[in-house]
T-cell receptor, first 113, second 110 residues
Framework: NAGVTQTPKFQVLKTGQSMTLQCAQD?????MSWYRQDPGMGLRLIHY???????DQGEVPNGYNVSRSTTEDFPLRLLSAAPSQTSVYFC????????????FGSGTRLTVV | RKEVEQDPGPFNVPEGATVAFNCTYS??????FFWYRQDCRKEPKLLMS?????NEDGRFTAQLNRASQYISLLIRDSKLSDSATYLC???????????WGAGTKLIIKP
């Protein structure tokens, strides 16, 4: 099915470990974003990209890196995991031409111990 | 003040009732508005866009009040399956970033 695919669905990390959350979309959307969702708070933007080779920081970028080498893929790297990064992470993509809302992946539940 | 504010609820509503949510936003230059629905432990899904003249999609009606800077969502004849968290989202045309409310939780009771 077309959409946004995120892996893994669940992950437990130890403090200081690094890892990459994968995100891929097959809708040829130019815009892609990474959000984190914490209890009682709205989704907060970590990083976003408006096209291949272009990335920018969102509201809460510290501790995360991204790259966009292709239109389809937008991985999120945690450089040195901290307990404060325990959260649910969502990748999303959007077609700016139609201006429909974002399509989200199913999320990654990350726990840092 | 949060940029997008919603009553967190929960709203406990009997099946068949009508329920309304409001959402206020702080940036008067905001241009695009959306309602998303998020089921427990799932990803947000677009429910509907909100247009200046108001719009309806079946049992759902969305309205925008630019003067007072709020948007609303009305659900008529509520169903058990409407139980979810409803997220209000605001966007400026010149900004690729969306600003998300924390959501209003709705529980429909039989």
């Amino acid at each position: 099915n077309a959409g946004v695919t995120q892996t893994p669905k669940f992950q437990v990390l130890k403090t200081g470990q690094s890892m990459t959350l994968q995100c891929a979309q097959d809708m040829n959307h130019e815009y892609m974003s990474w959000y984190r969702q914490d209890p009682g708070m709205g989704l907060r933007l970590i990083h976003y990209s408006v096209g291949a080779g272009i990335t920018d920081q969102g509201e809460v970028p510290n501790g995360y890196n991204v790259s966009r080498s292709t239109t389809e893929d937008f991985p999120l790297r945690l450089l040195s995991a901290a307990p404060s990064q325990t959260s649910v992470y969502f990748c999303a993509s959007r077609d700016p031409v139609t201006n429909y809302g974002y399509t989200f992946g199913s999320g990654t539940r990350l726990t840092v111990v | 003040r949060k940029e997008v504010e919603q009553d967190p609820g929960p709203f406990n509503v009997p099946e068949g009732a009508t329920v309304a949510f409001n959402c206020t936003y702080s940036n008067s230059a905001s241009q695009s508005f959306f309602w998303y629905r998020q089921d427990c432990r799932k990803e947000p899904k677009l429910l509907m866009s909100v247009y200046s003249s108001g719009n309806e999609d079946g049992r759902f009606t969305a309205q925008l009040n630019r003067a007072s800077q709020y948007i609303s969502l009305l659900i008529r004849d509520s169903k058990l399956s409407d139980s979810a968290t409803y997220l209000c989202v605001v966007n400026m045309d010149s900004n690729y970033q969306l600003i998300w409310g924390a959501g209003t939780k709705l529980i429909i009771k039989p």
